[in-house]
């Protein structure tokens, strides 16, 4: 079995269970148009794989084999077992996901694609895929300098996405869990509960809990937070975003240029 089909199989596996399971036993329970959202969402999701498959696979293997060649970067100037290589691989793809996704936060040009995700004040499984296609294109090309500077593989990102995928749609899910079992994972890994924190309206939630896999980089760059939800709380952006900006595909792909909340950041 190839490391393609074992994370097409973790990815469809995890999204099903997740999603059947947050149907069972949701966190917020007043949700409106279920179905309709998960759709849409999944169908932005579905565009951007096509569209990562014909541009960006095909600039990061052009780097790997650029690199490989040449035996640059990082891992190729270790003797390293395949084990060791792997784990470190995970860590740097894992801080650099940390790192890229504050940029998303603190840089204006950057926040006006990744907005697209942060809007959605119904956040479920299906959240975990809904970002603008600018967004996944810019985070695509931002891995090939990543893998000449480090000597990763193509094979380092795919498990990297096999382990990560399955914790990312799980964090993002509505899934109610106990809050003791939420307290000791998120010493490990990022949880619902880090990650609704992470979707507030409030900007000074919002900017903290970046992390993607594992929740301590939050701790040792002081973005970390978990207090309880407040009474008030909401997911989204705030009122200053309608339902047509954050409801339907057109909108979601014209918010980049939109002039909304340009403050925010």
Known sequence: ???????????????????????????????????????????????????????????????????DIRQFGLLHQLELSTSAGIIIALIIIDLWQYLWHRMNHRIPALWRF????HCDTEMDTSSAVRFHTGEILISGLTRAPLILVFGL?????????????????FHHSNLRIPTSLDRVLRYIIMTPHMHRLHHSDQQQETDSNYSSLFSIWDRLFYSFQSQPLREDFKLGLGSAYSDSDCNSLGGLLALPFSEKDRTRH
Do not use: C, D
Request: glycine share 4%; proline share 2%; aromatic share 10%.
């Open 1 to 67: 079995m190839t490391l393609e089909t074992i994370k097409f199989l973790s990815v469809i596996g995890s999204f099903s269970l997740l999603y059947l399971s947050e149907q069972l036993f949701p966190y917020f329970v007043s949700r409106k148009h279920h179905l309709r959202h998960s759709l849409r969402n999944v169908a932005l999701g579905l565009f951007n794989v096509t569209i990562s498959l014909m541009i960006v696979l095909t600039l990061i293997k052009g780097a790997e084999h650029w690199a």
């Open 114 to 117: 990744h907005r697209v995700h």
């Open 153 to 169: 593989s193509i094979e380092h990102l795919i498990i990297y996405e096999i382990v990560a995928l399955p914790v990312i749609l």
